[in-house]
């Protein structure tokens, strides 16, 4: 345990940490485009072809609104541009291709690692000021016999590409696509600002849903994802800055948030943290975590705000979950995790350094300064499950204001410095660590 005086300045050290996360909303800068609309029936019958051409005519006019009207769309890969807000109208279905020859091969981050692979279903590189907008739904049309089998086919290809970066083969050298089995996400900007995904209705994805990698200022607002594949990830920020994650409802085949910095060596390479992030009144139901970080946070993860959110059903198996091991290493610092009501079949938090490949790494992670304050549990299989290494604890967990009932199994606290607990309760009887 750490000494009074230490476990005192993590608690100063916390206690502003909602006026930090007001202070990251309040300078998020929201996408503004021209008051015109191009709506894509104006721009020939083949959905995939219109799609494009009224993106281009709305780029090159200054930006705008592409505009999917109501009824039912098939199309290919869509490449969002600076000052394009891609608006799915209430009643509008986009549907995208099964096909994986339609999608080229572009720059993408596949599970932290950078290489050549399938192009997302909605994409966009070095765009600034892009949107996805409206209350139709978006549909990837994965299912057991597309995409989602992919899951076993590629593990070779994602041993192969981890190999590749190992080696420091050039990104440009490490090309999957046709042949290989690295699943597209579907939502992808890449090194882009000032991004807006908001009201859609996403299903059925190969793979992650909304993913931004090297973004900034960054918000996904009122977005409904239902989409029960492997790895169907809800909401992957990854080294990005600044980012608002408010108001949406998850249901995922594995985490309904995961934050990320990139994987191993690569996301030492690259080196850009994921840091200033706010999640807040979003509905968790099905899903590995509430809220994840890592597992891929080589290049760091701070100042991550969680308030306000529910997390409650049977199919969630855990709130916070911080995933990381000594081959990731990374920083993970400053987590606040507020006001959350939960019920979980697993943890309510789990901190676990021996996720994947575990101990034997020489880049042995950093985990400190984490807060649990507020939190309501009706129901979970055990309140803390905090596994650090011996040669390297988790530092600073402070559980505060807590009422934890109907817990099943007893807490897990291994190699932790610096634990502090104040008015919490489990089962009716107050925490004596």
Known sequence: MASAAATSIALAAV?????????????????????????????GTDSSDAIRKAIAACSAAGGGRVVVPPGVYLTGPIYLRSNVNLHIAEGAT??????????????????????????????????????VTGTGTLDGQADRDHWWPWKGDGVKDRAALVAMADKDLPVKDRIFGPGHYLRPQFIQPYRSGN?????????????????????QDVIVRNVEISSHGPNNDGCDPESCSDVLIQGCTFATGDDCIAIKSGRNRDGRRIGVPCENLVIEKCNM???????????????????????????????LQRALRIKTNSYRGGVIENVSFRNVTVQVANDIVQ?????????????????RNVEIRDVTCARAGTELNLRGYKSDPIRNVTVTHCNFDQTAMPNI???VEGMHAEDVRINGKALVL
């Open 15 to 43: 206690d502003d940490w909602r006026e930090q996360a007001d202070a990251i909303v309040d300078r998020i800068r929201l996408p503004k485009f021209p008051d015109r609309d191009f709506e894509i029936t104006r721009y």
């Open 413 to 415: 606290i291994e190699n």
């Open 285 to 315: 139901k099905d899903g590995h975590g509430g809220v994840s970080i890592g597992s891929e946070a080589s290049g760091g993860v701070r100042n991550v705000f969680v308030r306000d959110c529910r997390m409650s059903s049977p199919n």
């Open 351 to 367: 901190i676990d350094f021996s996720y994947e490949e575990g101990e034997g790494g020489a880049f042995l992670p950093t985990v």
């Open 94 to 131: 986009l549907k995208f291709s099964r096909d994986p020859k339609d999608y080229p091969v572009v720059l993408t981050r596949w599970e932290g690692t950078e290489c050549m692979n399938y192009s997302p279903l909605i994409y966009a590189l070095d765009e600034q000021n892009i949107a």
């Open 195 to 215: 991004v807006l995904i908001e009201d859609a209705r996403i299903r059925n994805s190969p793979m992650w849903e909304v993913h931004p990698v090297l973004c």
